[in-house]
């Protein structure tokens, strides 16, 4: 297979993906109960009104005619427009939005990485010690506890009793706004890190080329650092893929909890007030976001290990 | 002169709580450029032996008793950093299978290289790259340059074994432990790779323990043949001895379920009858007697390992055969 056959069934293959999360997102908003005019109105709409609303947005058409027009219109990057903004452009709601979600994820993955992998090596090392327990105990707490507890929690105590952080908000990556955030998002990757690094590296420490190495009077410090982690590393991308998803779920309840204006907030608000046209293109572009982490994933364990390559 | 000497070494296995010793009091001796073949069905003990010459026992396993000296000095007394100098520098080991001993995600030029800054630095890059390709062409491979780019999925069985060699002899040591370096690989590479650790061991006046199952790899290769059963030492004897009048009931039967091309042809091959005892539940006095046709009461006792000529045997009925 050469490299462009398989980029080509690649992108193909995307392309399906998108397509089904996009059907199936379709059909979940409209069999959600309620309309989106009627939770935006003072008062209860007279039929009357309620009809021509549904008209001026072309809802009164049958689901397969709404459906193929909105597709063709979203492949020409048209998502219409938000019914909860009024009259703005779906895409403008979007890349509002989309950078304080995006920044919390990557930063919340990154800090997974640093901090956990590095805990994982320790552990391995220290197979059965003290610290490996502790780190076991501690990281199925980071795993079990739900960031809509975690973030109140944190509010609480940092922000209300401690006064150290803002109790909300946002001002950017870089400030004082995006440590509760990030640090409640990245708990679950930094347990999962270390625990699949733990894993890992102790079966690579067992392994034969691990013993050759040693055999061959190399350092333990020279052969963990120099060959080993990299053998252990190749189980985490996979992880790290997943985490994304993961993430992406996570981030929706830390924004609201958090009041960060980021798809994530947008997202669930979008839903209350069944703003389809939002719904629908954040899913998609969430679902994006997997589809183009999971490719990096690939790429990241070809690079790591060469018998993907040549597979 | 004695290089290394292996003296009264007893090595027990952690199993259930319990201590299950393998290595049972062995002693031999290796004496500076020669060739050594330690031979024994699998769980007598022999690659424990060479592990715990490279104190590199996985960590259920301890050394009870004994000692291990290299030109007189104490192994088993340094201390880890001086013990990793003389690993790979001056007593390397090989093992079995190359695919799984060497690094799958390394080059094997990286993983040659790895031992050169260990062992012997290089000055220049220029240095070390012509350092691989000369190991490589010591061990046999051709088109060195292209087969140190390779990452050992990329090699053939009796390749990867040849660079998993070239490994060992990057930190140019003083003896080799070969353990079952022919066991995954087919009969005709078996006999290349054993040609290969001769050749290696004359022209660097390298002394070669090989350790394996198979008496038939060891004919033309070894000065000295160990037989190893149930941890202990049953015959030590020059080669050429031992194939021509064995003198240990186990060493004969080995002999016997060789596969000879001048017997009569369609004739079965003799195996041993039974099983190697557990180590666990050894049985009182010699350990091969439950299976051993020439056992007697006298069997009972555990025999010892006595000095006959230019052998070591144990055996109660050895030399009245």
Request: some cysteine.
């Amino acid at each position: 297979m050469s490299a462009n056959g398989t980029i080509a069934r690649r992108v193909g293959r995307t392309g399906v993906v998108l397509l089904v999360v996009y059907a199936i997102t379709f059909v979940c908003v409209r069999l959600t109960p309620g309309n989106p005019f009627a939770a935006r109105a003072p008062r209860a709409l007279s039929p009357d009104q309620q009809a021509r609303l549904e008209r001026q947005f072309g809802l009164d058409d049958p689901w397969p005619v709404q459906f193929v027009r909105y597709l063709f219109r979203a492949l020409s990057g048209d998502f219409g427009v938000s019914y909860a903004h009024q009259g703005e452009d779906v895409v403008d709601v979007i890349v509002a939005r989309a950078w304080p979600t995006m920044s919390l994820v990557g930063a919340a993955l990154l800090v997974g990485l640093v901090v956990g992998v590095p805990l994982g090596v320790a552990a391995a090392l220290r197979n059965d010690s003290w610290f490996d327990h502790l780190l076991s105990g501690v990281s199925t707490l980071g795993v079990a506890i739900p960031v809509f507890v975690a973030t109140p929690v944190l509010v609480i105590v940092l922000s209300v009793y401690a006064g150290w952080l803002p109790a909300q908000g946002w001002d950017g990556l870089i400030s004082t706004t995006a440590i509760i955030p990030i640090v409640v998002l990245a708990l679950e990757p930094i347990a999962v890190t270390a625990r699949f690094t733990r894993a890992s590296m102790i079966e690579v420490l067992r392994s034969d080329h691990h013993r050759t190495a040693r055999a061959r009077g190399l350092a333990r410090r020279t052969v963990v650092f120099r060959f080993a982690l990299r053998n252990g590393l190749v189980p985490v991308t996979t992880i790290t893929g997943l985490q994304v998803a993961g993430l992406l779920g996570s981030v929706v309840l830390v924004e609201s909890a958090y009041n960060v204006p980021g798809l994530g907030k947008e997202f669930l608000a979008a839903i209350t007030a069944r703003d389809y046209p939002v719904v629908m293109a954040a899913t998609l572009i969430f679902a994006a976001v997997i589809v183009v982490a999971n490719l990096l994933v690939d790429v990241a364990y070809a690079r790591l290990d060469p018998r993907i390559r040549s597979a | 002169m004695d290089q290394l000497v292996v003296s009264d070494l007893v090595v027990e296995f952690a199993r259930a709580g319990h201590r299950v010793p393998v290595v049972r009091g062995v002693s031999f001796t290796l004496e500076r450029g020669r060739r050594v073949a330690v031979v024994g069905e699998s769980g007598s003990g022999k690659s424990v032996t060479a592990l715990a010459v490279t104190r590199l026992l996985p960590p259920t396993a301890s050394i009870r008793s004994g000692s291990i000296s290299l030109d007189g000095s104490d192994l088993l007394g340094l201390p880890e950093r001086s013990m990793e100098d003389i690993r790979g520098g001056r007593v390397a080991m090989v093992f079995q299978d190359a695919l799984t001993a060497l690094d799958p995600l390394f080059t094997i030029e990286q993983q040659i290289q790895a031992v050169l800054d260990r062992h012997a630095p290089r000055a220049s890059r220029q240095a070390r790259h012509d350092e691989c390709l000369e190991l490589m062409r010591a061990v046999g491979i051709s088109d060195p340059e292209r087969r140190l780019r390779a990452y050992p999925h990329e090699l053939s069985g009796g390749m990867r074994q040849r660079a998993l060699i070239a490994t060992a002899l990057a930190g140019d040591p003083e003896v080799l432990i070969a353990d079952e370096p022919t066991t995954a690989l087919d009969v005709t590479v078996q006999a290349q790779i054993v040609d290969l650790l001769r050749r290696l061991s004359d022209e660097r006046g390298m002394a070669v323990i090989l350790i394996t199952h198979d008496l038939g790899v060891v004919a033309d290769f070894a000065d000295r043949v160990v037989v190893m059963y149930a941890g202990r030492i049953v015959e030590d004897a020059p080669a050429d001895e031992l194939f021509e009048s064995p003198a240990h009931p186990y060493s004969a039967a080995l002999l016997d379920s060789l596969p000879s091309l001048d017997g009569p042809r369609m004739r079965r091959l003799p195996s041993i009858g039974g099983a190697p005892p557990d180590p666990a539940a050894l049985p009182a006095g010699c350990s091969f007697a439950p299976r051993c046709a020439r056992a007697t009461g006298e069997c009972d006792s555990e025999p010892v390992l006595v000095t006959i000529g230019a052998r070591r045997v144990a055996c109660h009925h050895a030399g009245t055969a």
